[in-house]
């Protein structure tokens, strides 16, 4: 099924019941809701951004756009699903912004400057490559019970990663290959030109090793009066706030 606009239409609902049925819907000139049931519990679900600076606001059964872009802004569109196992976003050339607690999605960036926000991950997780724009990817890194997996495939741009921390006492590895917190994991598939970890309040350790193909420069921000403590060696920037108490800094190569 493929849904580029709906005319007058105030809703249009598509119910399949097959093993395998994909569902394309193209933002920008839908019925403020499309309903997508499907009863075969297997579907896959292909939304397109316009090539303005779109929101998208994305839930366990649905899916937010607007446009603040445009003027006059224009109506709300919303896709309400069920019996999708597979979710992919894919951005176009406008300056983006996705949140989303993510299950089974991949999330494509554009040629814009897009803002990637991941709250949540579960089932296989969350995969987004940033291709060629230049990104800021934040992930909230309290509620991950999935990997989410960062890459950069396209020639420009770059992206610039931000780890939330839950508030209280954590431990955080940082590797050329991954973030991990107890047992939540971020991968990192393509380099990062930046990584800030917000440490938020309470005690907080921070472990790099082998760094440097990863990430090229490391900022640790934490409430005022909490502690942080490195160990291991990175080769790079690394900026840590004058404020945090007893702050023991990593070996800078």
Known sequence: FTVNGTGAATSIALTASGTADTYNVLFGALAPTIDIADTGQNGTLNVYATT???NLDKTAQQIIWTNPSLSPAPPAETIDYSGISQKTIELGPGNDTVTDPGTNTTILGGTGTDTITITASAGQGVTIDGRN???????DMGNLAAPVTVSHTGTAGGYNLTVVMPGGDNTVDVNAASIVSGMQTINLNSPADALTV???VGDDSV???NVVAAVQSLTVNGAPGGNVSF????SGDLSVPLYLHSVQAATVA
């Open 133 to 139: 724009g230049t990104d800021d990817v934040v992930i």
């Open 52 to 54: 303005g600076g779109d």
């Open 198 to 200: 917000d440490a938020g």
């Open 231 to 234: 160990s291991g060696t990175f």
């Open 207 to 209: 472990a790099v090793s």
